[in-house]
């Protein structure tokens, strides 16, 4: 091994000496902690390594087929969804120049089983429109967001609060700087950090969050474009508290019907699918699409260095429905694993557009964003010109810099 240099600083040979048995320790420490880790972290940090590594898992591309290890090719089946997803919902968009017919198809992999992939049905317009919607609906009360327990976010929510002063030429007329709220005592939970804080007890976060903003304790104020910044998540229909692990079943929120619909006839199409061997299924969606009520649902805000780390979804009463999660803006490496972080998580690249049924034993899978990928769509460019978002250009500059998580829950069982 190369000799270890000490900082300059240091002047004593016996200095140099400590500091070099520090370095052997924390090496040895390093190491000693890499070995007891889970292959799901592995996983996550092999991918995260911003070097090259042998140990980097493979990543299916359901898109893009020819991109895959002979192995994920092998793996990966073509399934057709049992409706157009337009016809069910005009929301996906009609098919134009900028996005030709849709195909039919959906794909599984048959490591995973339960994940229904579909390859992006939305037309760019639709793309877009659901941006605004993340942004301009999605974030106003009473939707909870992560910014809530640091901030007194007016009722307009932080982004509509954003548009106005972007808008506004006048410096007098902007919305003033949105202050901190005395930072609540820390208090640690049995796994971590208080929910508050959304900061866990690992160097990861169990939501995508800012964690040095979570730490801060300043009363520093800030304007709405540096606070939509730090825009993490915000919860939709029955509000998810991050303490309890429990929704909030006496304040009910209504689910809005866009994001609704879109999930019914996703459910709708993929009723039915699954992983047929020699005609007889290993595993199969039985849940029939017309009983999927959205109930509840998170938008996760990903700025390009956030990511996800391992989880399971399990609040939900109904763990029988599926889970209909939906990517917007940035590309990303998504992983999922099994009912343990000792399952061997499969990579996927997830793209703008792209719909995940998690069903079955993926429902309950451990699964994470370990990465999000440097590849900004061109039909959501701030410079797009479309007559059908007020203001485009100010949802473009957030999501070209951005990828946005769309996920949809049914939490209680069928009456
Ligand atoms: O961002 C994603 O694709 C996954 C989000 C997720 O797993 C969650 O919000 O529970
Ligand atoms: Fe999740």
Same mark, same amino acid.
């Given at each position: 091994?190369?000799?270890?240099?000490?900082?300059?600083?240091?002047?004593?040979?016996?200095?140099?000496?400590?500091?070099?048995?520090?370095?052997?320790?924390?090496?040895?420490?390093?190491?000693?902690?890499?070995?007891?880790?889970?292959?799901?972290?592995?996983?996550?940090?092999?991918?995260?390594?911003?070097?090259?590594?042998?140990?980097?898992?493979?990543?299916?591309?359901?898109?893009?087929?020819?991109?895959?290890?002979?192995?994920?090719?092998?793996?990966?089946?073509?399934?057709?969804?049992?409706?157009?997803?337009?016809?069910?919902?005009? &929301?996906?968009?009609?098919?134009?120049?900028?996005?030709?017919?849709?195909?039919?198809?959906?794909?599984?992999?048959?490591?995973?089983?339960?994940?229904?992939?579909?390859?992006?049905? @939305?037309?760019?317009?639709?793309?877009?429109? &659901?941006?605004?919607?993340?942004?301009?609906?999605?974030?106003?009360?009473?939707?909870?967001?992560? $910014?809530?327990?640091?901030?007194?976010?007016?009722?307009?929510?932080?982004?509509?609060?954003?548009?106005?002063?972007?808008?506004?030429?006048?410096?007098?007329?902007?919305?003033?700087?949105?202050?901190?709220?005395?930072?609540?005592?820390?208090?640690?939970?049995?796994?971590?950090?208080?929910?508050?804080?959304?900061?866990?007890?690992?160097?990861?976060?169990?939501?995508?969050?800012?964690?040095?903003?979570?730490?801060?304790?300043?009363?520093?104020?800030?304007?709405?474009?540096? &606070?939509?910044?730090? &825009?993490?998540?915000?919860?939709?229909?029955?509000?998810?508290?991050?303490?309890?692990?429990? +929704?909030?079943?006496?304040?009910?929120?209504? @689910?809005?019907?866009?994001?609704?619909?879109?999930?019914?006839?996703?459910?709708?199409?993929?009723?039915?699918?699954?992983?047929?061997?020699?005609?007889?299924?290993?595993?199969?969606?039985? +849940?029939?699409?017309?009983?999927?009520?959205?109930?509840?649902?998170?938008?996760?805000?990903?700025?390009?260095?956030?990511?996800?780390?391992?989880?399971?979804?399990?609040?939900? $009463?109904?763990?029988?429905?599926?889970?209909?999660?939906?990517?917007?803006?940035?590309?990303?490496?998504?992983?999922?694993?099994?009912?343990?972080?000792?399952?061997?998580?499969?990579?996927?690249? $997830?793209?703008?557009?792209?719909?995940?049924?998690?069903?079955?034993?993926?429902?309950?899978?451990?699964?994470?964003?370990?990465?999000?990928?440097?590849?900004?769509?061109?039909?959501?460019?701030?410079?797009?010109?479309?007559?059908?978002?007020?203001?485009?250009?100010?949802?473009?500059?957030?999501?070209?810099?951005?990828?946005?998580?769309?996920?949809?829950?049914?939490?209680?069982?069928?009456?």
């Amino acid at each position: 091994m190369e000799e270890l240099q000490p900082p300059a600083h240091l002047k004593s040979r016996r200095q140099k000496e400590i500091w070099r048995k520090q370095q052997l320790d924390n090496l040895k420490a390093r190491k000693k902690a890499h070995e007891t880790q889970t292959p799901f972290r592995i996983a996550e940090r092999n991918l995260q390594s911003s070097l090259p590594t042998p140990d980097q898992p493979p990543i299916v591309d359901f898109v893009n087929l020819d991109n895959n290890t002979r192995e994920n090719r092998d793996k990966i089946q073509e399934v057709e969804l049992h409706y157009d997803l337009h016809r069910l919902c005009p &929301l996906f968009g009609e098919s134009d120049q900028e996005c030709p017919a849709r195909k039919q198809k959906a794909y599984i992999h048959t490591d995973i089983d339960g994940l229904i992939f579909i390859p992006n049905p @939305f037309t760019a317009a639709a793309q877009r429109k &659901l941006v605004y919607n993340c942004l301009h609906n999605y974030t106003q009360s009473p939707n909870l967001s992560n $910014l809530d327990a640091h901030y007194d976010i007016p009722t307009p929510g932080v982004w509509n609060l954003h548009v106005t002063n972007q808008k506004s030429n006048n410096e007098d007329s902007n919305v003033d700087s949105i202050c901190r709220k005395e930072s609540p005592k820390r208090q640690k939970t049995d796994n971590g950090y208080q929910n508050s804080d959304l900061v866990n007890a690992t160097d990861q976060k169990s939501r995508p969050d800012n964690q040095n903003e979570s730490r801060k304790s300043s009363n520093s104020a800030l304007k709405p474009s540096e &606070l939509v910044k730090k &825009l993490r998540w915000v919860t939709l229909g029955y509000q998810y508290n991050w303490t309890t692990k429990v +929704y909030d079943f006496d304040n009910p929120v209504e @689910f809005p019907s866009e994001a609704g619909n879109l999930s019914v006839a996703v459910a709708k199409a993929a009723e039915g699918l699954g992983y047929k061997v020699n005609d007889e299924y290993r595993w199969q969606n039985t +849940y029939r699409g017309e009983d999927f009520i959205p109930e509840a649902g998170i938008v996760n805000y990903y700025q390009l260095k956030d990511t996800l780390m391992a989880h399971v979804d399990r609040s939900e $009463l109904n763990m029988e429905a599926p889970l209909i999660s939906i990517s917007l803006g940035h590309d990303c490496i998504y992983l999922i694993g099994g009912p343990t972080r000792n399952t061997t998580p499969t990579a996927i690249r $997830l793209r703008s557009g792209d719909v995940m049924v998690m069903t079955g034993n993926a429902r309950s899978a451990y699964h994470g964003v370990p990465k999000i990928l440097p590849s900004a769509p061109t039909f959501l460019q701030p410079d797009i010109k479309d007559a059908q978002v007020d203001d485009w250009e100010l949802y473009g500059e957030f999501i070209s810099k951005a990828r946005i998580n769309l996920n949809i829950r049914q939490v209680n069982k069928c009456e």
